[in-house]
RNA sequence: GCGGGCGUAGCUCAGCUGGUAGAGCCCCGGAUUGUGAUUCCGGCCGUCGCGGGUUCGAAUCCCGUCGCUCGCCCCA
């Protein structure tokens, strides 16, 4: 491969052969997002860097360290957004959408991240998010478990791991990270060269050590859950049996802590254990300062994304696979004068029957392969026009899924004929 | 940013201790003139990631470099 252009590390093709099981995925969270009456919404892949500072935190890893950030020819700072939260809490302060309004809304897209790519992990990947703005209460928040645990059931998902937490307000989380900072100031001796880093920015992500020397200390620390302010407590009780009423398992992590700044109260996370370090497949929480942090009013918000590439790896990795297909059919040309008429003769099908995929052979080729390639072309039925054929002004009709003779059919009988045998299972 | 593994035909890979490369799949054609997925025969496809070094000679050894991959960090 010498001289070949090669993609961007990290940032890669979706070949025809993966694009069956994404299309699922995006269209299973579409028809649900729709009959939970969310609302699409779409914004720029690129925002001013500033947006992202603001709003994920600047001493978190994707601002001090992931973003793709660059300057344009006009000398602003723009960066590709490493999240889809930001922009449209900005979209929907700028575009007046959060004046005393509540809206539910969803949107999809590719998101950049500068990191070094690995199994689930890759510099260009794409979420499927969903947020709620001016929902104060708990009943939303359990409404996002219900919409993802639901999409799981759509997608033949099964296994996921449901963990949540509750982070509080700024103001008790500021008090619980003073508790959390003299206990690991006791043991400061025990805290490796990571954690130390995190107990000055961000003592709370220490709690997030996979280091096992660290394990039995951190669970000795603090927990956050015991430290809650009133409102948040009972807001995260109710969360907690609006869950059971419905039926949805889940387990309370105290250390379950967000790597952006946003978020309070609720936080939530979905985990599998088929795949490689990166488990967590959705995830997502409160974020009721960030509004209001970014110059709208303040208005409480919830949202949670989805990571498709992780999410559609698990379902390979457990054999899930997109639904067939509309049945289809197949179209051999044998011969020059077969070619001319037999393109007619498949528009004419394709007026009558615009349900069924009809593919015709292009590219000449023997007998032999084009009956080949029917074959391989997952079509139940091949169309067959020959010389004879033309002749006759028929085509004959071969099942290719089935056993069953082979029939011939005059062109203006082909679509009640064809539409007949393709809406029977088996073709015949 | 830091570690481990790997880079040979479009794909999956074989090539032991150095003698200028093979298989399967795919694709194309054929096995009495037009009937697929099996079988048989034939054909197409390679700057052995790239650059340098050692050597009479390197895919095979050494160095560098790039890429991929898994993990750390972090996160979807």
Not at 10 to 38: I, K, T
Request: contains cysteine.
């Amino acid at each position: 491969m010498g001289g070949a252009l090669q993609a961007v590390r990290g940032m890669n093709d979706l070949l025809p052969g993966q694009l069956p099981l994404w299309q699922f995925v995006e269209q299973q969270a579409r028809e649900l997002f729709a009959a939970y009456g969310y609302q699409e919404f779409r914004v720029p892949l690129v925002e001013h860097a500033e947006l992202f500072q603001r709003s994920i935190g600047e001493h978190t890893d994707i601002v001090e360290k992931e973003m793709y950030t660059f300057e344009d020819r006009g000398g602003d700072r723009l960066s590709l957004r490493p999240e889809a939260t930001a922009g449209l809490v900005r979209a929907a302060i700028e575009n007046g959408l959060l004046h005393n309004q509540k809206h539910r809304l969803w949107t999809a897209g590719p998101m950049f991240r500068h990191e070094r790519p690995q199994q689930g992990r890759y510099r260009q990947f794409h979420q499927i998010d969903c947020e709620a703005f001016g929902y104060e209460g708990p009943d939303v928040d359990a409404e996002m478990i219900l919409m993802s645990a639901r999409l799981w059931r759509r997608l033949g998902i099964g296994g996921l791991r449901l963990r949540i937490n509750s982070l509080g307000t700024p103001e008790s989380r500021r008090m619980y990270r003073g508790r959390l900072v003299e206990y690991f100031g006791r043991h400061r001796t025990l805290l490796d060269a990571d954690s130390l880093r995190r107990l000055e920015g961000n003592p709370l992500r220490i709690l997030d050590s996979k280091n096992p020397a660290l394990a039995e200390m951190i669970a000795g620390a603090p927990a956050i859950t015991d430290h809650l302010d009133d409102g948040s407590r009972v807001h995260f009780e109710r969360f907690q049996e609006l869950l059971a009423g419905c039926g949805i398992a889940f387990t309370i992590d105290p250390r379950l802590v967000r790597g952006l700044d946003y978020y309070s109260r609720t936080v939530f996370e979905w985990t599998t254990t088929a795949l490689g370090a990166q488990d967590a497949v959705c995830s997502g929480g409160r974020y009721d300062g960030l509004v209001a942090q970014l110059g709208g009013g303040a208005t409480p918000a919830i949202g949670w994304a989805l990571g498709v590439e992780r999410l559609v790896s698990l379902m390979q990795a457990t054999g899930i696979a997109a639904p067939a297909g509309p049945p289809g059919l197949y179209v051999v040309l044998a011969g020059d004068r077969a070619v001319r008429e037999g393109l007619a003769v498949a528009e004419r099908l394709r007026d009558a029957l615009p349900g069924i995929v009809i593919e015709v052979n292009l590219g000449g080729g023997s007998f032999k392969s084009q009956l080949r390639r029917a074959d391989r072309s997952q079509a139940r039925l091949a169309l067959i026009i020959g010389d004879d054929e033309v002749a006759r002004r028929t085509a004959a009709i071969k099942s290719l899924r089935a056993e069953a003779a082979q029939q011939e059919c005059a062109w203006e009988d082909l679509p009640a004929r064809i539409g007949s045998l393709l809406r029977n299972e088996d073709g015949r």
